[in-house]
C-alpha cells in the first residue's frame, strides 16, 4: 500500500480540523470527498495509509486509499479488507481500535502481511446514525485518546457532506448506479426491469397509423366546361342543393356569338353565290362544273353554322342529375380562361358520404377492403365516426400534401347526416404484431435505407 502524504504538525488540532472541513464541503463529488477524506486527514493525525469504504446494502466496497488514483476491488487485498470491514462493522460505535483477534481466524491469516498489530477504524455516519462509510487508519503507533472526538467530529461532517451530495444527483446519476457493477440490489432490480421489458416488447398490439381525412361523397360527379372559353357567372353558390336542368355556370358568349354572325353572313354570302353560278350554268354548259363547287360551299357554311349554334347552345351548362354543387370561391372561377374538359366543380350526392384519407407511402400499413375505421373530426372530437375501406389503391400518387400517398375510400356506416367537406383524422388499423416491431418498425426502415441491406 502507496504511503500517505508526509505528515506536517499544524499549529491546533482545531485549526487543522476546520480547515479539513472546508475541503469537504468543497468537493463536488463523492469520489472527491473520499479523496480529501483518505489523503488530507494525515495533516490532523499521523497515518501510513487510508482506505475508504462505501456501504451498498450493508455491505462495504473499496472506494479509496491514501496515495493512489485507482484500486481494484477484485485483488487480493481488496477482497480481504471488505471482509474485515464487514465483521467489525457492527462494533464501530463500541470501539475503533482493533487488533487481528477481533476477526474469524481466516482473516487473521493475512492480517499481520497487510496491517501491523492494530488499526484505527471510524464509521462516517449519516444525520439518524446509519453508515454510509467505513474510513480504515493504518498507524505505526496508537493514537491519543482525544483523537477520536476529533475525528469523530471530522467523519461526522464527512457523512453530512454526502448526503448532501447525493441529495443533488442528477437524472444520468440513477443510470450510472443501475449499471454499477458494485450495486448487487440495483443491479438486480435492472436485470427484472430488462426482463419485463422484453416481455412486454412482445406483447401483441394492433398494427394502426393516424393520417388526414375528409368526409366527401363517394358519388360525385365532375362539372367541366364544353367549350373553350371564359366564365361569366356562376349560377349556383358553393354547398348548394341543385336539382337536374338547373343552369350552373355560364360562359362568355361573346366571342361565339361573332362568330356565328360573320359564319351567317358567310352562308348568304356563299347561296348568293350560288344561285349566279346555278343561272351562269343554264346560258353555258361550261359553267355547270363551277355551280357544284359553289353547291358544296354552302353545305360547308352550313356545318359551320350548326356547329356555331351548338357551341352556343352549350355556354349555359347544366346540371345532369339533383346534387350539391362542391367547389372553392366564386370569385375564383368568374373572368376565368377555361379549355374545353376542364374541371369547374363537382355534383355530390349527399346521400351517399364517406371518408377519404391519404395514407404516406412511409407509413404504409396492410390495409383491407371492409377494414374498420374511426373519424375523428375536427369540428366534433368527443365523438368518434365509424367507417368501413371500400377502396385502397395499390399505386401511390400525389396527394394535396404534395407527398407520395395511397388514397383510401371508405364508407360511413352511421346514416346521420355529416357535413361534406369536414376535415379531421383517420384512425386505420392493420395487422396484429408484436409490440417491439410496432416501436421500431420504422427505425428499422431507416437503417435498413441507410446500410443498403
Wanted: aromatic share 8%; net charge neutral.
Amino acid at each position: 500500500m502507496s504511503q500517505a502524504p508526509p505528515h506536517v504538525a499544524p499549529a491546533s488540532p482545531w485549526q487543522a480540523l476546520d480547515r479539513l472541513t472546508a475541503k469537504a464541503r468543497t468537493a463536488d463529488s463523492e469520489q472527491a470527498l473520499w479523496f480529501v477524506a483518505a489523503n488530507e486527514t494525515v495533516s490532523l493525525l499521523p497515518y501510513r495509509s487510508a482506505l475508504v469504504f462505501t456501504l451498498h446494502d450493508n455491505t462495504p466496497m473499496l472506494a479509496c486509499a491514501s496515495g493512489l488514483t485507482s484500486i481494484d476491488r477484485t485483488s487480493a487485498f481488496g477482497s480481504w479488507s471488505e471482509q474485515v470491514v464487514k465483521a467489525l462493522i457492527t462494533r464501530l460505535y463500541e470501539t475503533h481500535r482493533f487488533t487481528a483477534g477481533d476477526v474469524a481466524a481466516p482473516l487473521q491469516v493475512a492480517w499481520l502481511e497487510y496491517w501491523p498489530e492494530s488499526v484505527q477504524i471510524y464509521p462516517v455516519p449519516g444525520t439518524t446514525g446509519e453508515i454510509l462509510g467505513v474510513v480504515v487508519y493504518v498507524t505505526e503507533a496508537v493514537w491519543p485518546t482525544a483523537a477520536s472526538d476529533i475525528l469523530s467530529a471530522l467523519h461526522q461532517v464527512h457523512g453530512l457532506c454526502l448526503q448532501n451530495l447525493r441529495a443533488q444527483k442528477s437524472p444520468l446519476d440513477f443510470l450510472k448506479q443501475l449499471v454499477d457493477g458494485r450495486n448487487l440490489k440495483t443491479r438486480k432490480y435492472l436485470w427484472r426491469g430488462l426482463g419485463a421489458l422484453l416481455l412486454v416488447l412482445f406483447l401483441p398490439v394492433r398494427q394502426f397509423v393516424v393520417v388526414p381525412a375528409e368526409i366527401i361523397s363517394l358519388d360525385a360527379m365532375a362539372v367541366t366546361s364544353p367549350v373553350d372559353g371564359i366564365v361569366s357567372e356562376l349560377m349556383v353558390k358553393p354547398n348548394q342543393v341543385v336539382r337536374k336542368g338547373d343552369i350552373l355556370v355560364r360562359m362568355d358568349a361573346t366571342a361565339i356569338r361573332n362568330r356565328l354572325a360573320s359564319a351567317r353572313q358567310a352562308l348568304e354570302v356563299s347561296r348568293a353565290e350560288y344561285l349566279a353560278g346555278a343561272h351562269r350554268a343554264f346560258v353555258s354548259s361550261d359553267k355547270t362544273a363551277e355551280a357544284g363547287v359553289l353547291k358544296g360551299r354552302i353545305n360547308e357554311r352550313l356545318a359551320e353554322v350548326a356547329y356555331l349554334e351548338e357551341q352556343q347552345s352549350m355556354l349555359d351548362i347544366k346540371a345532369s342529375r339533383d346534387g350539391v354543387a362542391v367547389y372553392g370561391q366564386e370569385n375564383d372561377w368568374i373572368g376565368k380562361p377555361l379549355s374545353a374538359g376542364q374541371r369547374i366543380m363537382e355534383l355530390a350526392d349527399r346521400a351517399q358520404v364517406g371518408v377519404n384519407a391519404w395514407v404516406p407511402v412511409a407509413d404504409a400499413i396492410n390495409m383491407r377492403t371492409g377494414e374498420p375505421i374511426q373519424v375523428l373530426l375536427y369540428a366534433n372530437p368527443l365523438t368518434p365516426l365509424k367507417a368501413t375501406i371500400e377502396q385502397a389503391s395499390y399505386q401511390a400518387s400525389k396527394s394535396p400534401e404534395g407527398v407520395a400517398a395511397y388514397r383510401v375510400r371508405a364508407t360511413l356506416v352511421s346514416q346521420e347526416p355529416v357535413r361534406l367537406g369536414l376535415r379531421g383524422n383517420a384512425k386505420i388499423d392493420g395487422d396484429w404484431v408484436v409490440l417491439g416491431y410496432f416501436i421500431f418498425r420504422r427505425p428499422l426502415v431507416t437503417v435498413r435505407q441507410w446500410l443498403g441491406v
